[in-house]
């Protein structure tokens, strides 16, 4: 350090000493320097603004409401889901958000919106309700039918770029006249005039700054103050400042005054969410007051544009008065300017700030959800698109049954908490529900917590299934009906059996009895462990693998006796898979979150189609869900009819492991299919089985759902007949306990049970149970 | 496309066909509750009298109600409309997508699938309408003239993956069914 010092201080005198007429080769340079200088300030000014200007977040909406007469729906859902959309209950409806309400009759203005399959247009409807039901739905003012409209969907989140900007974008034939005629009466009145810089309004501003001593008014015009938002840090140096002049001169150059002027309004810094910034007017709309920037009134336009001075200076939530001082300042402004009538303005100035609640608008809503959605994205789009190339996303998403989910859920495990002196929060939970035919997923809890966005236990917590897995082991005998009917007694007596190398196993009862010869379908129904085991050791392992495996269950499995009762860890997103299954009549149906995407100009990007294939026969499925409506009406799942109605039939089954440490129920309707797990993060017992854990929650979930029942379809090569269950051979009026099961044609039993007496009534008995369907 | 898009020129007739098959699918409900009266004596007439029992002591719903008739909602019938229109345009993905919304509002009915296959059969994708096709099969019992329907399909799309047998297979059913 001390020996170069003086070296450079030689240096240059020297040079300057030998050479002839230096300042003219130093001018020379120099300008060639701000030439090339300018040049480079041109490439980047071009560059940035003519191509993409902003990276965009994707945006993620529910599924839209459907409105059609015949749909069950009650007036408080419709109410929910416009609330979640921000309509506005009004007295008289007037504009496109609002809505009004008598009793069963709402009118609604819809928003326009643009959909994979085209534009929905606004409209002014009437919706009538009667019994849980739209009784009709009518354009309101010529009153004729209507046979479908839909609401805009509800937006649940976006997936943000890095550095965490976010704005909807504008265009400037869409943004109202009087929200730019005030933004450039307070911002910059000579916007039309000037080349990008202002040199009046820059002594004007400095004027006035000398006057009050301090900073009052800026001198930059909205040019310049796009170039400084657009290009340039912060910092505040004389070079800045005269790059900033120099590229609001480019930018002048190249572009017209409306280019400017839009990008101006979709790049302003209006607000800070966290780490989020809110950019551009678009979005500041929805920030504030939760609509968008259409259907605001004057008073705030003029907030908006008062905010643009200093966001967080004039919040209107930390600093009412502020903002609203500001707010009148800019109403005065636009008085004088006759950009609104002074009525208009008295009127403006006495209104409320009119802002939302506070708090972070844009989390997302339902952080489980949406990392369904993001993992689905991401086998077909790269993250940097994802985050950045403004798609919309439209996914599977019920917000009813997801509002539904997430409360019974808490308000559950808080119950099952207290009634097992547990400490408060250990207990977990997770739950999928989708639906029955179409596989889309309607709703998902990734934990006790809604809004917690980290450990998903739909997808990632792989617990132990225990006897959700036996429906397996049973489709895999009924596939084989001359050997296997619902019918068929198994052995519930004890059962030792040793492997090859010597391991002995000897599984147990969960009520630690041992029932005897009893009919498979019961055996499901009651979960019997040995007679389980024993049928699946018939069948042998690899058999029930095979049938797992078609039922879309990928992991590895081992092929120890131990997997047939369910020793095999499954997220409940997988079970959900496997249980689709048999509620789709054997079809296996992808499990969708997302139905299409549209890039950000609204043109189709992608679809996610519906796509079944036949996992298990017609045959079998009917079987195997006949037995599962058996668990529910006498077996393990009894417990839902405490609080579904007795003619609701439900089919499913309950899981348990060992030491209660996971409590699972899966069950399904004729419209909806749910999957719920109950147990702890650190794996301990719970003290919970399937029927009063797991089932408690789905029971609480259902209760509220008006779903039809889960009803068979009479196939061909299904035939139904009489069964005395003690014996699993034919039955007439003289069994009491007599059931009626499904048999694949021809495999019924031909024997008769003791307790039959009157030989030779049964055919009568089928003629008959025909005649009533054909 | 003009020659792949014919068959959903069928669709306003089959909305009809549609309106009539509400009526006619049975539907097997399956039993309600624990024990199942056997229905044998209080119908039939072959037990002797003295051999008559007591009404069953378990009083549930019968395991097969009749067939309810359920009005089509107009809005599925709007949407058929839309998906053919889409389709004789040419735009067989808008026409697939308006079937699944179909398919959300009614996903029990038949029709729906079937013409979901059709649209894909027409778009060449004959796996998926081979599969769409079954799907409505499954659900179109006791409705002979759908299932014929579908067995046509099905060997269309067999016969476009070179599965000769499997089609002729599928046409015997179809002629089977059409000619019950």
């Known amino acids: ?774 | 496309m003009r020659s792949t898009a014919l068959p959903i020129l069928l669709l306003p007739a089959l909305a009809l066909a549609l309106l009539v098959q509400g009526c006619t699918t049975p539907t097997y409900y399956p039993p309600r509750g624990g024990r199942l009266p056997p229905p044998v004596i209080e119908q039939g007439s072959q037990a002797p009298a003295d051999q008559r029992l007591p009404p069953p002591s378990v009083s549930v719903p019968p395991p097969v109600t009749a067939p309810v008739a359920r009005p089509q909602p107009p809005a599925v019938v709007a949407l058929l409309d839309t998906a053919e229109r889409q389709a004789n345009s040419g735009d067989l993905e808008a026409a697939a997508a308006s079937l699944e919304r179909a398919i959300r509002i009614d996903p029990r009915n038949p029709v729906l699938w079937y013409h979901l296959a059709t649209v894909r059969l027409s778009q060449g994708d004959s796996q998926a309408a081979e599969q769409l096709a079954a799907k409505s099969n499954s659900l179109a019992s006791g409705n002979t003239v759908q299932q014929a329907r579908n067995w046509q399909l099905i060997a269309r799309a067999r016969r476009a993956h070179q599965d000769e047998r499997g089609a002729a297979t599928a046409e015997q059913r179809a002629r089977e069914l059409s000619g019950r």
């Open chain 1, 1 to 774: 350090m001390t020996r170069r010092r003086p070296r450079r201080r030689k240096s240059p005198r020297r040079k300057r000493s030998h050479k002839p007429f230096p300042w003219l080769k130093l001018l020379l340079v120099l300008l060639l320097m701000l030439g090339g200088y300018i040049v480079w300030l041109d490439i980047q000014v071009t560059a940035q603004f003519t191509g993409k200007r902003w990276s965009l977040p994707a945006r993620v909406y529910a599924r839209p409401l459907d409105l059609y007469a015949g749909q069950e729906l009650t007036p408080e859902q419709l109410v929910a889901e416009l609330e979640a959309l921000h309509y506005r209950p009004v007295r008289s409806v007037q504009q496109a958000g609002q809505y009004s309400r008598n009793r069963e009759v709402f009118h609604v203005m819809t928003r326009p919106f643009t959909f994979w399959d085209g534009e929905e247009p606004a409209r002014n409807l009437r919706i009538s309700f009667s019994g849980g039901r739209v009784s009709q739905l009518a354009e309101r003012t010529s009153g004729s039918a209507i046979a479908l409209a839909r609401l805009d969907p509800v937006l649940v989140g976006s997936f943000y770029p890095a550095h965490n900007e976010d704005r909807v974008l504008l265009q400037l034939d869409k943004v109202p006249v009087s929200l730019t005629d005030a933004l450039i009466a307070i911002e910059d009145r000579g916007f039309y005039q000037h080349h990008g810089i202002a040199p009046l309004a820059i002594l004007r501003a400095l004027w006035a700054n000398i006057r009050a001593g301090g900073v009052v008014q800026g001198g930059s015009t909205l040019t310049q103050q796009l170039v400084k938002n657009f290009f340039l840090t912060s910092e505040r140096t004389l070079l800045r400042k005269v790059n900033e002049a120099i590229m609001a001169l480019l930018l002048e150059i190249h572009y017209s005054k409306d280019e400017i002027l839009e990008a101006y309004l979709n790049e302003v810094y209006l607000a800070q969410d966290g780490s989020r910034s809110i950019n551009g007017f678009g979005l500041a709309s929805y920030f504030y007051f939760e609509r968008p920037l259409s259907e605001l009134s004057v008073d705030q336009y003029a907030l908006l544009v008062g905010l643009v001075k200093g966001p967080s200076y004039y919040n209107p939530w930390k600093h009412p008065e502020r903002a609203r001082a500001r707010r009148n300042l800019v109403l005065d402004v636009m008085a004088r300017l006759a950009l609104i009538s002074e009525e208009e303005a008295v009127r403006a100035r006495t209104q409320q700030l009119g802002v939302g609640p506070v708090g972070r608008k844009a989390i997302n809503t339902f952080p489980a959800f949406l990392d369904l959605v993001r993992r689905q994205l991401q086998t077909d789009y790269r993250d940097e698109d994802i985050t950045s190339e403004g798609l919309s996303i439209f996914t599977t998403l019920n917000p009813q049954v997801q509002w539904r989910l997430e409360r019974v859920l808490s308000k559950r495990l808080d119950e099952l908490e207290n009634g097992l002196r547990m400490e408060r929060g250990k207990l977990e939970g997770a739950a999928v529900v989708t639906s029955v035919q179409g596989g889309e997923v309607l709703a998902m809890a990734g934990g006790r917590d809604p809004k917690f966005a980290g450990f998903n236990r739909a997808l990632d917590a792989y617990r132990q299934v225990g006897s959700l897995l036996k429906p397996a082991v049973y489709l895999t005998a009924l596939e084989q009906p001359q050997r296997y009917t619902l019918a068929t007694l198994i052995d519930d007596g004890p059962l030792t059996y040793t492997a090859r190398n010597g391991d002995v196993w000897e599984p147990g009862n969960y009520d630690r009895q041992n029932h005897g010869n009893v009919p498979l379908y019961q055996a499901l129904a009651h979960s019997y462990n040995i007679s389980t085991a024993r049928l699946g050791l018939a069948l042998g392992v690899d058999k029930v693998i095979l049938t797992l495996r078609r039922l879309g269950v990928e992991q590895k499995l081992n092929p120890y006796p131990s997997l047939l009762l369910g020793a095999v860890e499954m997220s409940p997103f997988q079970v959900t898979r496997m249980y689709q299954t048999f509620a789709s009549g054997g079809f296996a149906t992808p499990l969708r979150a997302i139905t299409a995407v549209l890039a950000s100009d609204k043109t189709p990007l992608q679809r996610y189609p519906l796509k079944v294939y036949a996992a298990i026969e017609p045959g079998p499925d009917h079987l195997i869900t006949t037995a599962l409506l058996y668990v529910v009406r006498e077996g393990t799942g009894q417990a839902i009819y405490q609080a579904l109605p007795a003619d609701r039939n439900v089919a499913g089954k309950t899981g348990t492991t060992d030491d209660l440490r996971d409590s699972w129920f899966a069950g399904f309707t004729g419209d909806r299919l749910g999957v719920v797990w109950v147990g702890r993060d650190d794996n301990q017992p719970t003290g919970l089985s399937g029927s009063t854990g797991a089932l408690r929650v789905w029971r609480d979930l259902f209760a509220g759902f008006n779903d039809s029942g889960w009803t068979q379809t009479l196939i061909d090569g299904i035939e139904y007949q009489w069964i005395d269950p003690a014996t699993g051979l034919l039955a007439d009026a003289g069994c009491l306990d007599a059931v009626q099961l499904p048999f694949i044609t021809g495999s019924a039993p031909t024997e008769y049970a003791p307790c039959v007496r009157g030989i030779g009534t049964l055919p009568e008995a089928v003629d008959w149970f025909k005649e009533l369907f054909q």
